[in-house]
């Protein structure tokens, strides 16, 4: 037991000696590529998370008017958030983890020729995608309903007429459209794009990564302690984003 714990303490050592360290422009130039990529995925994703509220709030106003009370089907505001997110996380985390891997090592270019075939996703990370997309699909209906409820119950609290409980409604679902929208696609995609560098890396052989925190200015005190720390792939998941609307990554450790 003890010669194993030698020989880890031993590789780790060597490991530490003979890392590769990535110069601050390389460290900036990564993080900007990576946060672009990721925010084009984040325009697709507001643009379906806008529309899915929006014909939320369009159903929720005719069953107010029809006299229900149950102004969200959860299981289908689920199906529709499944529906929507499931493409556009796909080819993201396609992209995130070729991009890892080919960091590490890069794919033979075949000049003149066409782009290999596209690799699909490997069963452990369409189990993540699936995981991920139906907790964050159950969440995000959840805080719709309970949006709904306040909006109804303080209406009728107060004792109000209808149009002016459906306009409590509508200010809910302005603030879906609007803030929560933007918030829920990023939050999904920096998931999205933190987990398939991992799996890239994972792909290429490496054993750790180490956590960039965003070079913006609006990092926080809490990325900024984390940042330049390394971590074993394994104990990742889960750590990016930090808070909302985090966009710190994870960079190789070679
Ligand atoms: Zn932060
Ligand atoms: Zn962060």
Redesign the pocket.
């Known amino acids: 037991m003890h010669l194993k714990k030698g020989v880890a303490n031993y590789r780790r050592l060597t490991k530490l000696l003979y890392r590769k360290t990535f110069s601050p422009d390389w460290k900036e130039t990564y993080w900007r590529g990576y946060v672009t990529r990721a925010e084009a995925y984040e325009r697709r994703m507001i643009t379906a998370l806008k529309a899915m509220f929006t014909a939320q709030e369009t159903e929720a106003l005719s069953k107010l008017n029809a006299g229900s009370r149950d102004l969200l089907d959860k299981s289908e505001a689920l199906a529709q958030y499944k529906k929507l997110a499931t493409p556009i996380l796909t080819d993201l985390l396609k992209v995130s983890i070729d991009n890892g891997s080919n960091l590490i090592k890069p794919r033979p270019t075949h000049a003149g020729k066409d782009a290999p075939p596209e690799k699909p996703l490997s069963a452990e990370a369409l189990k993540w995608l699936r995981k991920m997309i139906d907790a964050a699909g159950e969440q995000i209906t959840e805080e719709t309903v309970q949006k709904i409820a306040r909006a109804l119950s303080e209406g009728y609290a107060e004792g109000e007429s209808m149009p002016d409980i459906a306009k409590r409604v509508r200010a809910e679902f302005a603030d879906c459209t609007a803030r929560r929208s933007q918030v829920i696609a990023r939050t999904e995609t920096i998931k999205t794009s933190a987990n398939g560098a991992i799996e890239g890396y994972r792909e290429a052989d490496l054993q750790q990564a180490e956590f960039l925190a965003a070079l913006d200015d609006r ?2 005190d ?2 900024d302690s984390l940042n330049g720390k390394i971590y074993d792939l394994d104990d990742c998941a889960g750590e990016i984003p ?2 909302c609307n ?1 966009r ?1 990554c994870w960079i190789p450790v070679v």
């Open positions: 990092i926080c809490e990325c930090v808070h985090c710190c």
